[in-house]
């Protein structure tokens, strides 16, 4: 039995795990001290890319609005994508990770029409500098992620030669 857990019999003799309750109080408090970090980074990576692309800086209200409505519409259409891919992907007899890729797949050029008509119609910039803009800004987010693999790498290099 693990340190810090009490274990439950329910009525049919199967366990059921209660872990530690600061634990679980202390992941919720990081993750909600996580959002505004979010927030800024999305915000910050926004606005950087509107100056990369030549365009005037917005405010960061503006920012913020501009990619809450990009945010909330895409989230919309990946999720009509989503139940229409999965309910053709079971007709057809496919696995659900297949569809999943399939869904993740068709998500990116859908984020990049809404990403650049939203920018468009918000900012008053041609279709393509919006598309400029999505680009500008998935490469950030790219280099970011990628920045932060090749720290945990190291870091695990550097305890596997340790």
């Given at each position: 039995m693990p340190l810090g857990s009490r274990h439950l019999l329910k009525p049919g003799g199967t366990a059921?795990?209660?872990g530690n309750p600061l634990v679980a109080f202390l992941c919720c408090f990081f993750v909600l001290m996580m959002v505004p970090?979010?927030?800024f980074l999305v915000t910050f990576i926004y606005r950087w890319s509107c100056v990369l692309c030549g365009l005037p800086r917005p405010t960061v209200l503006v920012a913020s609005g501009i990619m809450f409505v990009a945010w909330l519409s895409l989230v919309m259409a990946v999720g009509v994508?989503?139940?229409v891919v999965h309910e053709a992907c079971s007709a057809a007899g496919l696995p659900k990770w297949e569809a999943s890729i399939i869904v993740f797949l068709l998500a990116l050029p859908v984020d990049l029409l809404i990403s650049a008509g939203i920018e468009s119609g918000l900012m008053?910039?041609?279709?393509?500098?919006g598309v400029e803009m999505w680009y500008t800004q998935r490469l950030i987010q790219l280099s970011i992620v990628a920045a932060v693999g090749l720290v945990i790498g190291l870091v695990v290099l550097a305890q596997q030669l340790a």
């Open positions: 059921d795990t209660v970090v979010a927030l994508l989503r139940v008053g910039v041609p279709f393509g500098k």
